[in-house]
Every structure is written in C-alpha cells, then in structure tokens.
C-alpha cells in the first residue's frame, strides 16, 4: 500500500518486502485552470509547470540541474520526460504530466542530496490550479508498476500566491538514502532561484 506523505515527513525507502528502492520514477500531475466566461460557460486555460531535479554534494555544491532544457544528467541516472505545456485539460487523467526517473545505482558517487522542484513557468499562480500531486513509484513514465508513495502538493495553506515549489529531497544518510516530502511554496521567480533556496534552506 501506498505511503500518504505529509508535509515534513522523512521516510526510508524500504519496501513492504524488505527490498530498497534503486530505480523510482518521481511524476507530477496538475490540472488546468477553469475560467468561467460571460454565459456560464466554463474554459480551461492550459498551465505550463517545470518539474525539474537538481544534485548536489554534500558541501550543497550544484553538481547538475535536470530539467526541459537538459533532459538527461551527465551520470546517466536522471532523465526527464519531457516539457508539458497544458496539464490536464479535460480534468484528472490519473497520469502523470512530467515524469523524473532516477537510477541510484548509477548516480554520481559525489551527490548527496537529489531535489525535487517545480516552477510555474508563465508565472501562473498555484492557488489558481485546481489539482497537483507528486508520486513516487517503480515502473517507467509510461508504466507504473507499484506506487511506493503519494503526496497532494494543494492543499498547503500557503500554497497561493506563489509560482514555485520545493517538492521534495532524497538524501543519503549514513550509506542509505532517504525521501524527505516539503511541499514548501517558495518567493523565486525562476528555476536557478529555486535552486539557491532548495541549497540554503532544505538541505
């Protein structure tokens, strides 16, 4: 069964078998906005979120930023799906709109923390957005295979007014790599911001 994520919780990443996770895909939904016109009409407006994943060491050095614009990290053990440009416009599609698989095998002996984040990149408002969520699960972008956790990012008090996210860290502490689920809105306007907050305060 899944794990429900609260904000601020700290998880292993063991499974009900006893196994560890090596390979997980990190997906975020989220849904377009509804408008509502003249005549009782309601349209969706598309929005553009930027899910992106950054690695650092354990001095909180930047070693890579994976995102729309680099796909791929240079080790070989991130890879982003793609950029969505509209979310879910006719409602929940239960998938995921942007998917980061990370391989922990095959990561850069260096990195220590492994952030999550996503920006609104018009600058759309996350109150604004009817639905988002983040999820944790073995499987490909395509193709879940276990869900091993699950974590609704609107319904923080705070989440309104503001244009990027800290979803959440994976850090590795004494050998063994652990999740870390924030879901703390942030004042940064672009990624590289987010990426400086995430390294001052979340690591």
């Known amino acids: 069964m899944a794990i429900n994520l609260q904000k601020g919780q700290r998880i292993n990443l063991k499974k009900e078998n006893g196994s560890t996770l090596q390979n997980v895909c990190v997906g975020v939904n989220w849904g377009a906005i509804e408008k509502k016109g003249w005549l009782g009409g309601v349209s969706k407006e598309a929005v553009d979120l930027d899910a992106s994943c950054i690695l650092y060491d354990e001095n909180k050095n930047v070693l890579d930023i994976i995102y729309f614009g680099k796909l791929n990290s240079s080790d070989g053990a991130v890879k982003h799906s793609g950029d969505d440009l509209t979310g879910d416009l006719s409602g929940d599609d239960g998938l995921d709109n942007e998917v980061i698989t990370l391989d922990f095998s095959r990561l850069n002996q260096n990195v220590n923390h492994v952030a999550f984040v996503l920006n609104s990149y018009k600058g759309q408002d996350f109150g604004t957005i009817p639905f988002a969520s983040i999820r944790i699960y073995e ?12 974590y609704n990012i609107t319904k923080g008090d705070n989440f309104s007014g503001h244009v990027a ?22 004042r940064d306007r672009k990624l590289e911001q987010t990426v400086e907050t995430i390294r001052q305060n979340f690591l």
Do not use: H
Request: proline share 6%; net charge positive.
């Open 165 to 186: 996210m800290a979803l959440g860290v994976f850090y590795k502490k004494n050998g063994e790599w652990k999740f870390n689920a924030l879901g703390e809105p942030t």
């Open 139 to 150: 499987g490909t972008p395509k193709n879940v295979s276990e869900v091993f956790a699950t």
